[in-house]
C-alpha cells in the first residue's frame, strides 16, 4: 500500500513485493490436524501378535470359524512351521482360552527313526506329517480303520474316497505368514500326512511335478514321478554328489553326520524307506528321562548341583535390602575419602 493509504494496482507491485506477498500466504496456510485429542480417544490398539508381525487374523478367523449349529464341535488344524533347524507339525484347535494341542511332531525326532540329519528340508517335513498324522491317529483309536497310503509313489490319494465304516480324521492346513509358493517345503508335510491317513481338503497344483496348461481350457499335467523324487530327497543327492566331485572338502564339511553315519547319494531313498516304516510301526512319542539333579543354594548366591556343577544366580533382595547396601556403600566412599585428607595433613606436617 502507499502513503496515502490507498490500494496500489496490481500492476505497479515489484518481483520483491510479489515473493514478499506469497511467502506470507504460504505461512499462514491452513493445516488441518487430523491426529489431535479425539483421534488419540477413539484409536484402537491391534492385538499384540499383530503388532509383532506373527499372526494374520483375516486367516485366522476362516480357519477358526464354526458353525453355531454345530455346538462347539473342534476344528482341527494342521500346523506347519519351518524354523532355521527344523520342521514343526501340530494337530491342534481353537477354544477362547487358546489354541490346544492334540498331538505334535518335530523333524529332530527322525534321529530315532534313523536320518541323522537334514531336518528342514522337503524329504524331513514329508516324514514329519507322516509322524504327526500317524500319531493323532493312534490317539483317537483310528489308526487300524485308517492306514493311509503305505506305497510312497507320490501319486494323488484321498483317504475320504476310500469306503470305511467311520469317517476318517478331518483337518484344515494352516501355514501361517508362509507365501504358498508351488513346491514348497509345506506341500512334503501336507503330503505327508495325507498319506498317513488324514483328511486334508487340498489339490496337487502347488506340488512338486504339477504343470499347468499353457492353453486356456487345456488339461493340466502332474508328474507322480517328480514329486516322489523330492519325497526321497532326490535334489539332496544330486547336490551330495555334484559336492564330492568338485570340491570334496567342503562335501566332508557339510555332510559331516551322513558321513559319520556311512551314507552318501546313493542310499538316501534306502534311509527315507525305512524310516517311513520305523514311523509306522511305533510313532509314540518317548519322553526324555529326567536326570534327577538336585541343587543346593548357599547364602551369596552359588548353586551347588548334585552333577558337581557350580552356578552364581543373584537373589532379589527387599527394598530395604537395597537402601541399606546403598548407605553401606556411601559410608565406605566417605571413610575413604576422611582417610585420604587425614593422610594428607599428615603428610603436611
Same mark, same amino acid.
Given at each position: 500500500?502507499?502513503?496515502?493509504?490507498?490500494?496500489?494496482?496490481?500492476?505497479?507491485?515489484?518481483?520483491?513485493?510479489?515473493?514478499?506477498?506469497?511467502?506470507?500466504?504460504?505461512?499462514?496456510?491452513?493445516?488441518?490436524?487430523?491426529?489431535?485429542?479425539?483421534?488419540?480417544?477413539?484409536?484402537?490398539?491391534?492385538?499384540?501378535?499383530?503388532?509383532?508381525?506373527?499372526?494374520?487374523?483375516?486367516?485366522?478367523?476362516?480357519?477358526?470359524?464354526?458353525?453355531?449349529?454345530?455346538?462347539?464341535?473342534?476344528?482341527?488344524?494342521?500346523?506347519?512351521?519351518?524354523?532355521?533347524?527344523?520342521?514343526?507339525?501340530?494337530?491342534?484347535?481353537?477354544?477362547?482360552?487358546?489354541?490346544?494341542?492334540?498331538?505334535?511332531?518335530?523333524?529332530?525326532?527322525?534321529?530315532?527313526?534313523?536320518?541323522?540329519?537334514?531336518?528342514?528340508?522337503?524329504?524331513?517335513?514329508?516324514?514329519?506329517?507322516?509322524?504327526?498324522?500317524?500319531?493323532?491317529?493312534?490317539?483317537?483309536?483310528?489308526?487300524?480303520?485308517?492306514?493311509?497310503? &503305505?506305497?510312497?509313489?507320490?501319486?494323488?490319494?484321498?483317504?475320504?474316497?476310500?469306503?470305511?465304516?467311520?469317517?476318517?480324521?478331518?483337518?484344515?492346513?494352516?501355514?501361517?505368514?508362509?507365501?504358498?509358493?508351488?513346491?514348497?517345503?509345506?506341500?512334503?508335510?501336507?503330503?505327508?500326512?495325507?498319506?498317513?491317513?488324514?483328511?486334508?481338503?487340498?489339490?496337487?497344483?502347488?506340488?512338486?511335478?504339477?504343470?499347468?496348461?499353457?492353453?486356456?481350457?487345456?488339461?493340466?499335467?502332474?508328474?507322480?514321478?517328480?514329486?516322489?523324487?523330492?519325497?526321497?530327497?532326490?535334489?539332496?543327492?544330486?547336490?551330495?554328489?555334484?559336492?564330492?566331485?568338485?570340491?570334496?572338502?567342503?562335501?566332508?564339511?557339510?555332510?559331516?553326520?551322513?558321513?559319520?553315519?556311512?551314507?552318501?547319494? &546313493?542310499?538316501?531313498?534306502?534311509?527315507?524307506?525305512?524310516?517311513?516304516?520305523?514311523?509306522?510301526?511305533?510313532? &509314540?512319542?518317548?519322553?526324555?528321562?529326567?536326570?534327577?539333579?538336585?541343587?543346593?543354594?548357599?547364602?551369596?548366591?552359588?548353586?551347588?548341583?548334585?552333577?558337581?556343577?557350580?552356578?552364581?544366580?543373584?537373589?532379589?533382595?527387599?527394598?530395604?535390602?537395597?537402601?541399606?547396601?546403598?548407605?553401606?556403600?556411601?559410608?565406605?566412599?566417605?571413610?575413604?575419602?576422611?582417610?585420604?585428607?587425614?593422610?594428607?595433613?599428615?603428610?603436611?606436617?
Amino acid at each position: 500500500f502507499g502513503s496515502s493509504g490507498s490500494r496500489p494496482k496490481l500492476s505497479t507491485f515489484s518481483r520483491a513485493q510479489w515473493q514478499e506477498a506469497g511467502s506470507k500466504a504460504q505461512k499462514m496456510a491452513f493445516v488441518k490436524v487430523l491426529k489431535n485429542k479425539a483421534y488419540f480417544k477413539r484409536f484402537q490398539v491391534k492385538p499384540r501378535r499383530r503388532r509383532e508381525g506373527k499372526t494374520d487374523y483375516r486367516a485366522r478367523r476362516k480357519m477358526v470359524r464354526q458353525d453355531k449349529n454345530k455346538f462347539n464341535n473342534k476344528k482341527y488344524r494342521m500346523v506347519v512351521r519351518f524354523t532355521n533347524r527344523k520342521c514343526i507339525c501340530q494337530i491342534m484347535y481353537a477354544t477362547i482360552r487358546g489354541d490346544m494341542v492334540v498331538a505334535q511332531a518335530t523333524s529332530a525326532e527322525l534321529a530315532k527313526f534313523g536320518v541323522p540329519a537334514g531336518y528342514k528340508n522337503y524329504a524331513a517335513a514329508y516324514c514329519t506329517g507322516l509322524l504327526v498324522a500317524r500319531r493323532v491317529l493312534k490317539k483317537f483309536g483310528l489308526d487300524q480303520a485308517f492306514k493311509g497310503k &503305505e506305497e510312497v509313489d507320490g501319486a494323488d490319494y484321498h483317504v475320504e474316497d476310500e469306503e470305511n465304516d467311520k469317517r476318517p480324521f478331518k483337518c484344515i492346513l494352516d501355514v501361517g505368514l508362509q507365501t504358498t509358493a508351488a513346491g514348497h517345503r509345506m506341500w512334503g508335510a501336507l503330503k505327508g500326512a495325507v498319506d498317513g491317513g488324514l483328511h486334508i481338503p487340498h489339490t496337487n497344483k502347488k506340488f512338486p511335478g504339477f504343470k499347468a496348461s499353457d492353453e486356456k481350457g487345456g488339461e493340466s499335467e502332474y508328474d507322480a514321478d517328480a514329486h516322489k523324487e523330492k519325497i526321497f530327497g532326490g535334489q539332496v543327492k544330486d547336490y551330495m554328489e555334484m559336492l564330492a566331485e568338485e570340491d570334496p572338502t567342503k562335501y566332508e564339511a557339510h555332510f559331516s553326520k551322513y558321513i559319520a553315519k556311512d551314507m552318501d547319494g &546313493e542310499k538316501l531313498e534306502e534311509m527315507y524307506t525305512e524310516a517311513h516304516e520305523k514311523i509306522r510301526e511305533d510313532p &509314540e512319542h518317548e519322553l526324555a528321562e529326567k536326570k534327577g539333579t538336585s541343587h543346593t543354594r548357599g547364602d551369596a548366591g552359588q548353586i551347588t548341583s548334585s552333577d558337581g556343577t557350580e552356578h552364581m544366580r543373584n537373589k532379589k533382595i527387599t527394598l530395604e535390602q537395597r537402601r541399606a547396601k546403598v548407605a553401606a556403600k556411601i559410608a565406605a566412599a566417605q571413610a575413604k575419602l576422611l582417610a585420604a585428607e587425614d593422610e594428607d595433613e599428615n603428610e603436611d606436617e
